[in-house]
């Protein structure tokens, strides 16, 4: 049974930092990647980090440089360090995984996470 918990949102201010976390069970190391998404009120869901079966990490463009994701494999938690965050990164941040061939669109991961909020004023 696949489960996918995040935590770490809040509150912070335009230029600051956060760190939120997936705490993953039921996944195999190797096996699934995984995304980040976001969503803002009124606004479609949009991936923004994510990690290939071999440890690729990709970007949405408006995060590039800003943020970065990780795997801590010992601790079965995927990470997302959100560096410089501004006004625009306000959503709720959402983790997915998948054992599906493609790991890219939101219709691509079957497993998600219930959010946390961020709030960047």
């Known amino acids: 049974h696949v489960q996918l918990v995040e935590s770490g949102g809040g509150s912070v201010q335009a230029g600051g930092s956060l760190r939120l976390s997936c705490a993953t069970t039921?996944?195999?190391?190797?096996?699934?990647?995984a995304a980040w998404f976001r969503q803002a009120p009124g606004k479609q869901r949009e991936r923004v980090a994510g990690?290939?079966?071999?440890?690729?990490?990709t970007y949405a463009e408006s995060v590039k440089g800003r943020f970065t994701t990780s795997q801590d494999n010992a601790k079965n938690t995927v990470n997302l360090q959100m560096n410089s965050l501004k006004p625009e990164d306000t959503a709720m941040y959402y983790c997915?995984?998948?054992?599906?061939?493609?790991?890219?669109?939101?219709?691509?991961?079957?497993?998600w996470g219930q959010g946390t909020q961020v709030t960047v004023s």
């Open positions: 997915a995984a998948t054992y599906g061939q493609h790991c890219r669109a939101r219709s691509d991961f079957g497993y």
């Open positions: 990690i290939d079966r071999d440890g690729k990490t």
């Open positions: 039921g996944v195999t190391y190797g096996s699934y990647c």
